[in-house]
């Protein structure tokens, strides 16, 4: 058996990048996975591929800017599978790079909505259904960028440092439910890496090379088994 057989799992932006890796790991362990992703095409396409590893795969397009998106997708995971055991908050919109000074309120507001606002919805869905399974896991994503105040980021980081403590206060609060609740600051080669790779030639051999192990992290083979043990009971004292 895989370290996620028989469990139910939701990724938001699970149609590409970080989502798609983790999705794919979660699958080669036997977890059943709710593809929430906004593109169709994308969706569609890695649910279907899921299948193929060992797990089961479906889509619903969802949008992390519109609450009732994001709720139906959680109950769309209960009734295809029968339950919902992990939940991974991992996409978000980006907004455009300028300065500080230069963001827009109206920035500012699709950025909070898609990182912090998104997760905190999708996290109070998910609890009933948690708690009707005696426990869960909650994974979030925050960035580095929260820690190094990366230059036109701004809302970007508020935005993420938010989650953090959003994370820690479900680890506290939640743990009466035997739901652990966890972040992770990937550097992987996501959707916005692929984008600043072909709008910025030599972007991402710059990014490598600021990297201990000289190499940007691969969505499935890097950050799929950190979000794996963190989904599975072998980090059920990991909160």
């Not at 990048?17 to 095409?41: K, N, Q």
């Not at 109070?124 to 105040?149: H, V």
């Not at 939640?174 to 890496?193: L, V």
């Not at 190499?215 to 799929?224: A, H, L, V």
Request: charged share 20%.
């Amino acid at each position: 058996m895989g370290l996620l057989e028989n469990k139910v799992a939701l990724i938001t932006g699970a149609g590409g990048g970080i989502g798609r890796g983790i999705a794919r790991r979660f699958a080669r362990e036997g977890a059943a996975v709710l593809v929430a992703e906004i593109d169709v095409d994308s969706g569609q396409r890695v649910a279907a591929g899921l299948h193929e590893l060992g797990g089961q795969g479906c889509f619903v397009q969802t949008d992390v800017l519109d609450k009732k998106s994001i709720l139906m997708a959680i109950d769309e995971a209960v009734s295809q599978f029968g339950g919902l055991d992990i939940l991974v908050n991992n996409a978000f919109v980006p907004s455009e790079n300028v300065l500080l000074e230069d963001k827009t309120d109206e920035l500012l507001e699709q950025t909070l909505t898609s990182t912090i606002k998104a997760t905190w919805w999708a996290m109070q869905a998910a609890l009933p259904y948690f708690r009707a399974r005696e426990g869960g896991k909650i994974i979030n994503f925050t960035s580095i960028d929260t820690e190094t105040g990366a230059w036109l980021h701004a809302d970007y980081n508020a935005g993420k440092s938010g989650v953090v403590g959003l994370t820690r206060s479900a680890a506290v609060e939640w743990g009466r439910f035997n739901i652990t609740a966890n972040c992770i600051a990937p550097t992987a080669m996501g959707a916005t890496f692929h984008k600043l790779a072909a709008d910025n030639p030599g972007f991402a051999e710059h990014a490598a090379s600021m990297r201990p192990l000289g190499r940007c992290g691969d969505p499935e083979e890097d950050i799929g088994p950190v979000a794996l043990f963190l989904a599975s009971e072998l980090s059920r004292y990991v909160t």
